[in-house]
């Protein structure tokens, strides 16, 4: 923290968002920008997958003041869920009141085609592990209430935001698993009868901890490819790379959007 506040210079985001799978482009769009490798901040972990660069960005995105982790760490690289959350915590110490997270997902809802792009409404944390779990830290609840996770007022911003950029914006509940082997079409199938729209390998760690420090979280899934059973074809990291690169720069778009208008206040809301 103390190394993070220093090169800070007394900056605080209001906004802290966390990239997904190529959607690094965001990063670009940072005005101001302070650069600081993972390897720099003490305790953070390394990002080491494919499409993640690994480093956080500090500077204004809109008028409003950012930060944006580019490069996640995920659970199936062998990382506790304490870890995986900690540049959220630390994004919370820094003062951010708002969590926009975005991720890569596959699609279960059958409608949804390669570079659908989704609200995530809910999310069922199926990864078996909290960040919460062992002591509790100051500033957490011991039981955090997560009836709603996602912010409405900012899931209702978003949609707005699409419409005024003429994006088709879908709204579902993501599946978060543990991977890192993409899911069985038994498993997917079993997914859509749970009610899941998407599913990934992210997102659901860091939103627990965002809440339990009393963010308004907002998030995105960008559609890479059907979940397994549901397309013509294996699944495949290359596929999805490649899809998140040619639709992220709607969903590039649309954060931009949201956050220039109404996620800087720092007001930590219910989440209601
Ligand atoms: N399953 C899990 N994670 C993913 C997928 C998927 O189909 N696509 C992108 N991330």
Redo the contacts with the bound molecule.
């Keep these: 923290m103390g190394a993070l506040s220093a090169r800070l210079g007394g900056r605080r985001p209001a906004v802290a968002i966390v990239l997904g799978s190529g959607l690094g482009g965001l990063a670009d769009r940072v005005a101001g920008a302070v650069r600081i490798p993972y390897a720099e901040v003490p305790g953070f972990p390394p990002a080491r997958v494919e499409g993640h660069r690994g480093e956080l960005v500090l500077g204004s995105l809109a008028g409003v003041p950012v930060v944006v982790q580019s490069g996640r760490s995920h659970l199936y690289e062998g990382h506790d869920a304490a870890t995986v959350a900690l540049p959220v915590r630390v994004f919370a110490e820094l003062g951010a009141g708002t969590l926009v997270v975005t991720n890569?997902?596959?699609g279960v809802r059958r409608s949804f085609a390669p570079g659908t792009l989704m609200l995530i409404a809910d999310h069922l944390n199926l990864t078996g592990r909290s960040p919460l779990v062992g002591e509790v830290l100051a500033g957490e609840p011991r039981f955090p209430d997560m009836t709603a996770p996602y912010d409405a007022g900012l899931r209702a911003l978003a949609r707005e935001g699409a419409a005024a950029l003429g994006l088709r914006l879908e709204e579902g509940i993501y599946a978060g698993?543990l991977?890192p082997a993409?899911?069985t079409a038994a498993e997917v199938r079993w997914l859509e009868r749970i009610g899941a729209d998407a599913?990934?390998?992210s997102t659901v760690t860091e939103v627990i901890a965002a809440r339990a420090r009393g963010l308004r979280c907002l998030g995105f899934s960008l559609v890479?490819?059907p979940?397994?059973g549901l397309g013509a074809k294996p699944?495949s990291h290359v596929e999805?790379m490649e899809t998140a690169g040619r639709a992220g720069g709607d969903l590039v778009r649309l954060v931009e959007w949201v956050v220039g208008r109404g996620t800087g206040t720092g007001e930590r809301g219910s989440g209601s």
């Design positions: 890569a997902a596959g698993l991977g993409y899911e599913v990934g390998m890479t490819n979940a397994a699944l999805v």
